[in-house]
């Protein structure tokens, strides 16, 4: 079945209208017509069942037939990306998305080259959440992750967030592999965290002072293993363990 994306806020009445994009790719692409059935996700834990009714040029009008609600994952998993080069932060975007993450932080570390204004960031954002969007169309997610604007490793700092687990991956000396730190969680308070968060550095990794900032914070260390990874891989990686160990 054809899934579509609408804003919770458009999903309040018992008539769905798809516009946009969203019409444009159903009519003119996949070719639907009266009587075809198509699943609308909101984003926010809805999953609507949805015949359609009617259409024009540019609009789908759809009728709700079954509403379905998903519960949230058990744990709250925010990814903390250093800007990889290119267009690798669309992929792991749309993994992360699959992975089940609550949170997408881009960030502005030391040494990574690209380099944002306000304005071109908050634009990159809205582009990126159109990524998150695209992804969980294509996985069935009933939850869209958040896409932030990018910050500094500093910036992000400052807010003072806690999270449960934290955790940064670590070429450093004296990492652990993170089932110790599940482990430890575990028997401290009989159950799995309710939130985490993952740093992952860029090509060349954190600085040693970026390092140092984010445990002095509270991260806890977690080695990649013995071989180093890509940017891409290590996020993929660290979510999939998160994935496995915390939301099931």
């Not at 509403?67 to 744990?75: E, G, Q, R, S, Y």
């Not at 990889?84 to 570390?109: F, H, Y």
């Not at 914070?217 to 496995?244: D, K, W």
Request: proline share 7%; hydrophobic share 40%; with cysteine.
């Amino acid at each position: 079945m054809h899934r579509f994306y609408l804003p919770p806020a458009e999903c309040a009445t018992g008539q769905l209208t798809l516009a946009g994009r969203e019409a444009h790719h159903a009519l003119h692409v996949l070719r639907l017509r009266n009587g075809d059935e198509v699943t609308i996700l909101d984003g926010a834990g809805r999953e609507f069942r949805c015949v359609v009714e009617n259409f024009d040029r540019d609009k789908i009008q759809l009728s709700i037939v079954e509403t379905k609600p998903v519960p949230a994952l058990p744990c709250r998993i925010t990814l903390l990306q250093a800007l990889p080069k290119g267009k690798i932060i669309e992929s792991i975007i749309q993994k992360a998305t699959e992975l089940g993450v609550a949170r997408i932080v881009p960030l502005l570390s030391e040494r990574v080259v690209m380099d944002l204004d306000e304005k071109h960031a908050e634009r990159k954002a809205e582009k990126w959440q159109q990524v998150a969007i695209e992804a969980i169309k294509q996985c069935g997610a009933a939850w869209l992750p958040r896409v932030e604007p990018p910050v500094t490793p500093k910036e992000f700092l400052a807010r003072k967030e806690t999270f449960e687990l934290p955790l940064v991956g670590s070429l450093q000396p004296g990492a652990q592999h993170p089932r110790i730190y599940f482990q430890k969680f575990a028997s401290e308070h009989h159950r799995h965290p309710q939130s985490a968060c993952v740093w992952i550095g860029p090509e060349g990794d954190f600085t040693a002072e970026e390092v140092a900032a984010i445990t002095a914070a509270g991260a806890l260390p977690m080695t990649l293993g013995a071989l180093v990874l890509r940017v891409e891989t290590a996020a993929t990686y660290c979510l999939s363990i998160l994935n496995y160990e915390l939301t099931a």
